[in-house]
């Protein structure tokens, strides 16, 4: 087989080449030796050829995957928006080992394809807080973007990349305010998950229990769940809504005084 795919992958013929990486993705696991014909494809003249390259990558053997990191990181600034949509997506695939390219993934959220924007969101959800090189540009996005529903996952990654970050804590809180009452309940949400900043219970249970919309109560009071034991200093606010007939706000009431113990 390594004989053959050699003569496939090194044709002249960019048809042939994309072709044989087409039979290496079906391959999987089993293809594992196929890495090193692979590699140099990612920087073929051809888009097709490149694009076919990336949507093998992923799926190679941790040791090969890692080592095209920083190929694929380059290709988040190819001309192709496909290309650089797969690129993303590879990294995404590849997990943990492509922190290296958490910087270039957000740049990669103010491509001007919604595409590419939703690969980055989707590779530095992977990461986690091994994609802190990202976070500026995440906070930026979740901050001011013009697309509720990317900023909607800009603002849920903030606290997975940072979650004792006053800073960063502090641009969720302006997003409780924001005209989009799917972004102000996703803000209020999302501030359940920034266990490690002190100031955040007081504000939720403030948002929880004054002068809200009912979804936004709603939500302030499952991210009060959310913290648990660390929000127990507000359990005595949130009483007189578990025991009032407010419906569902007595209801999460109840579930957050039995997560904060």
């Known amino acids: 087989t390594l004989p053959l795919m050699k003569l496939v ?105 919604a595409a590419v924007r939703e690969a980055a969101l989707d590779a530095l959800a992977v990461l986690g807080p091994m994609g802190k090189a990202a976070l500026p540009a995440v906070a930026e996005l979740a901050a001011g973007g013009t697309d509720s529903t990317t ?35 996703a803000a209020v949400r999302t501030l359940g998950g920034f266990t490690g900043v002190p100031t955040v219970p007081g504000r939720l249970g403030d948002l929880a229990t004054v002068g809200q919309p009912q979804a936004v109560r709603a939500a302030a009071l499952r991210a009060l769940a959310d913290l648990g034991s660390v929000a127990r200093p507000q359990a005595p606010r949130l009483v007189p809504v578990a025991t009032s007939p407010a419906g569902e706000l007595a209801l999460w009431a109840k579930v957050a005084l039995a997560e904060m113990g």
């Open 9 to 113: 992958l090194g044709h002249a013929d960019p048809r042939v080449r994309a072709a044989g990486l087409r039979v290496v993705r079906r391959m999987g696991p089993a293809g594992a030796d196929l890495a090193p014909l692979v590699a140099p494809l990612l920087t073929d003249p051809e888009p097709d050829v490149r694009r076919a390259a990336v949507a093998v990558v992923g799926g190679l053997p941790p040791a090969a995957a890692k080592a095209a990191v920083p190929q694929l990181t380059k290709l988040l600034a190819a001309d192709d928006e496909g290309l650089r949509t797969d690129a993303a997506a590879a990294l995404a695939e590849i997990g943990p080992d492509a922190a290296p390219a958490a910087r270039e993934l957000g740049k990669a959220l103010g491509d001007s394809s």
């Open 151 to 185: 900023r909607v996952r800009a603002l849920a990654l903030l606290p997975v990349m940072a979650p004792a970050d006053k800073a960063v804590a502090e641009v969720v809180v302006a997003a409780v305010a924001d005209k989009s009452v799917t972004v102000r309940v």
